[in-house]
Structures are given as C-alpha cells and as structure tokens.
C-alpha cells in the first residue's frame, strides 16, 4: 500500500509542480503580450485545478504515514 501511495504522490507532486511552472509562465506570458484572457484563464480556472492536485498531493502524504510500511521504517530510524 505504501508504494501505490508513494506512486501516486510522485505523480500528484510532478503535475501540481509542473502547474504551478504553467501559470507563473503563462501568467507573465499574458502580461507581456497583454492578453488579459490568457492571464484570467491561468490566474483563475487553471491555478484552481493546480491548487486541487496540490491538495490531494498533501492528503495522499498524510496517508502514507498511515500504512505498515511506513510504521516499520520508522522504528528503524
């Protein structure tokens, strides 16, 4: 279970990271090039889904915490 949730953080960790590049980018993009559609659209409805997958991201790495394998590496420390 630990690394199905590992898996999944990793692949949570990459998309909310690579997001969060997309609208610093594309946010500076739409202010050059004054497009205030490209800046309301990664500013709003994208930075929204970018902050869900960071959240879930949170939720999954609490939950690893939870799991045997996670318990047992812990007493080794």
Same mark, same amino acid.
């Given at each position: 279970? &630990?690394?199905? #949730?590992?898996?999944?953080?990793?692949?949570?960790?990459?998309? =909310?990271? #690579?997001?969060?590049? !997309?609208?610093? =980018?594309?946010?500076?993009?739409?202010?050059?090039?004054?497009?205030?559609?490209?800046?309301?659209?990664?500013?709003?409805? =994208? !930075?929204?889904?970018?902050?869900?997958?960071?959240? #879930? !991201?949170?939720?999954?790495? =609490?939950?690893?915490? &939870?799991?045997?394998? !996670?318990?047992?590496?812990?007493?080794?420390?």
């Amino acid at each position: 279970m &630990y690394a199905l #949730l590992l898996t999944v953080f990793r692949l949570l960790l990459i998309t =909310f990271v #690579l997001g969060g590049v !997309a609208v610093t =980018f594309f946010q500076v993009a739409g202010i050059l090039i004054a497009s205030p559609g490209l800046t309301s659209f990664f500013g709003g409805d =994208f !930075a929204d889904w970018t902050c869900v997958v960071a959240a #879930l !991201a949170g939720i999954v790495s =609490f939950l690893q915490l &939870y799991t045997k394998d !996670a318990k047992d590496t812990e007493e080794l420390v």
